[in-house]
């Protein structure tokens, strides 16, 4: 397998009003050509960060560190002006909100047409003609009334459908999907989630679907990462990752989930999220881990191979030997 | 805009009573200003020319709206004065949007040092009292007509500013702006597009708002010997004039006074219709 994009050892601070919040604790994982990874954890774990700090769009407060290399380049020590170049090109991005991410005041016409224009060299007429085969492209029946339609006119799932359609006009070879599934109801879910591996047949590019649902997990990724507290825990193949779970955290992840085959009671994770101004010294997960080591609070263990492609990053299994 | 699109939103500018209204009242101005030499029934009195043998008489079939202290028709200054007047609001207010509108929106976008700058620029302007402010810039270019809507509108824009200011800052966050970013389009056509179309219907309904008290200021300016000098025909200079004769002929500043009512609410009642059409998801309820 082709790695498309790789992140090593990302860190990410953000300055803020009460101290240094330190986000992202050295991300390390690997996304290789056409698959689709999943990111998964809990609100405020880092994972949008991650998503914001590939495309460069971070508030001026950030301080990074790391190397995130897209097709060979490291996207960080690229301008301002190559960076526009990859963003919408090479990597584009759909979002959380579909309602509220398109501009209300202007037709679907006029907003595709903009960004297609912006990246490619058309007139008016090809880029209406390529908004309406992209509009065809993610199922939306009737491309000509959608594209005279303003954004209130729309469904919510039509709208992400249109937010799809819009990443996808320059053939990126990488597709961040933030949570693209939470604002909607189930039904629209399974069909959004069903057309954008559909199209990642069609298009060939990969998909990093960041979530925290982990049915959507299972029905949609090939390889998982599990984040906690701006660290990858844990990165396995989905059945892998289900079936044998590693971490300490992933574990408690997974016996969070109800199973209404069983009736036995839910087991949380007890503890909560640590604060990030603050965070726990060495593992950042041993205030709330069951199998606490005198070690996990001196060293933050390092991701290690501890069976195939399956990655996990705890003392339990020797994290800190290597 | 398309031509297509212009048409529909004059239709339902039309169709809306209010506003229609407010269209027709500013048409007659419109038309009564350019017309205003054959409409005026005493034209030369208009210009300023004495009559002292009719000195504050009361209305009648001859004098319509009475005449003033030196005997001139009131109606045939209140013809004149729409001139001053429309002039002066439209000029005051749009030299206002000129400066503030770009201002607002380079602060509230960018912020930081930038924001701060442009934002305590403004702060030192608005701590003048209004009139006061305009009456020093005014002092300074010297008396005159263009001076004083060079001094309001350099006194005015602030305001602009700050609400501009306040609409970017909300706007930026908005999910379809961190869209736009992530498909890599430049700063320039975001504020374009996403923000200053969006940011743009409270600053227009003030500035219809306005319209009225550029007028008024206007003629207090013109009142302090600053702005349009007498004997041009200004409302607001027959308001401030005829003040004096209120009690015992009537006539005199109500006439004006009068006039300057109406084109305001007229401004207000095309803003307010113009705000809903501006925004597509108040529009359904015109279509």
Redesign the interface.
Known sequence: MNELLSIEDLYLNFRTFWGMAYVLNGVNLKIYKDEVFGLVGETGCGKSVTSMSI?Q?LP?NAEISGKIIFEGQNLLELSEKE???????KI??V???PM???????KIKTQMV??IK??HDMSKEEALQRAKELLKAVNLPDPDRILES?P?QLSGGMRQRV?IA??LSFNPSLLIADEPTTALDVTIQKQILDLILELKEQFHFSVLLITHDLGVVAETCDRVGVMYAGNIVEIADVEELFENPLHPYTQGLLSAIPDPRYKKPLKPLRGNVPSLLEPPPGCRFHPRCDHMMPVCKKEKPKLIEYSKNHYVACHLYGGGEK | MKKDEIIRVLKILVRNKLSLLGIIIILVLLITAIFAPWLAPYPEQAEGEPNLGEKLLPPSSKHWFGTDYMGRDVLSRVIYGARISLLVAVSVVALGLIIGVPLGLLAGYKGGVIDAVIMRTTDVFLSFPPLLLALLISVTLGRGLENAIIALGVSWWPWYTRLIRGMAVSLKEKPYVEVAKSMGISNWKIIGRHILPNAISPVIVQGTMDMGSAILEASALSFLGLGVQPPTADWGLMVSQGKDYLLNYWWYPTFPGLAIFITVIAFNLVGDTLREILDPRLRRRFL
Do not use: C
């Open positions: 495309l769009l001026s960076m526009k170049k990859i963003r919408g090109e584009s991005m979002f959380q909100d509220s991410s398109l501009n209300p005041l202007f903009d960004v912006l990246h303003y209130h937010m819009l990443a």
